[in-house]
């Protein structure tokens, strides 16, 4: 039988109280060997006390504390640089895992070299029934983000959510790790996966895999800072990826509305 390749899962946490818990809950639920896991959690200089009962709880998590919250996306950088996985999980602090969910996804990428991305459904946590994201496109000519029409059966999309998205150590880190340049929040998973596209790999949505996330519970303390982050990291991920008139078309629709 084929060994099962290492991963390391890696999520930030500000503040996050209960949540990061019950995140390290379900990994350890996880039906993955724990000797090929490795967990990551890069703490924001949280306040709530929530870090220490990490520490305190979970002695097989690896802790990178800082003094100041330097953003989701540098903060999973670090943790990147760290892992000694062949596969990295990026995930939230309010995310919860399926106990099959990562076996799935690994197995998938393992048998489809050609994959470089693969995510799941993430239904929200304050109700279960519903999906909260399942795989995106995006609409070159109008900027309009959506989810495939039918979630039910795994289909190649353009963007898996970063709240919950398996990749490669080596294609990562030949692709320089995720874009700091977008600043704390947003399209940073985006871009990776339009990165991941060009250099030649599928972004694979699954169907069969299962999470529950609490949906940005974190940045929706804060909504001017939220909807800042968004529309700011969409333009700038228009200006990199799109060509001079898809430009153009966004830029003339977004100042029309």
């Known amino acids: 039988m084929k060994p099962f390749p290492s991963v390391s899962i890696v999520f930030p946490n500000f503040n996050g109280g209960k949540e990061p818990l019950e995140c390290l809950d379900s990994i350890s639920k996880l039906n993955y060997p724990k000797t090929q896991l490795e967990t990551i959690v890069v703490d924001n200089h949280s306040t709530d ?5 990490i520490a305190h709880r979970y002695p097989w998590v690896k802790l990178i504390r800082f003094k100041q919250n330097i953003g989701f996306i540098k903060a999973v950088n670090q943790g990147i640089k760290i892992a000694n996985g062949a596969y ?10 399926s106990p099959s969910s990562l076996n799935i996804l690994v ?11 693969a995510g799941g459904q993430i239904f929200y946590k304050n109700n279960p029934a519903v999906i909260s994201a399942a795989g995106f496109n995006i609409n070159k000519w109008t900027g309009h983000v959506y989810s495939p029409v039918d979630n039910t059966f795994s289909q190649e999309v353009d963007w898996i959510q970063g709240c919950a ?7 990562l880190k030949r692709l320089d790790l995720l874009d ?8 940073e998973d985006t871009d990776l996966c339009f990165r991941v596209k060009k250099a030649g790999y599928k972004i694979i949505y699954k169907s069969r895999v299962i999470f529950q996330h609490g ?3 974190t940045m929706n303390k804060n909504k001017p800072l939220k909807y800042f982050q968004w529309y700011k990291n ?3 991920f228009v200006l990199k990826h799109l060509s001079l ?3 153009f078309s966004v830029f003339s629709l977004h100042i029309f509305i």
Do not use: M, W
Not at 88 to 97: A, C, K, R, V
């Open 234 to 236: 969409k333009f700038r």
């Open 245 to 247: 008139i898809q430009i």
């Open 215 to 217: 949906a940005t519970t």
């Open 180 to 187: 700091e340049g977008f600043g704390f929040i947003y399209f």
């Open 88 to 97: 990295i999980f990026i995930g939230n602090d309010d995310l919860t895992f």
């Open 49 to 53: 006390g929530s870090p220490d009962k």
């Open 165 to 171: 998205l398996l990749t490669r150590t080596s294609l």
């Open 107 to 117: 197995k998938y990428l393992e048998r489809n070299k050609n994959v470089g991305v």
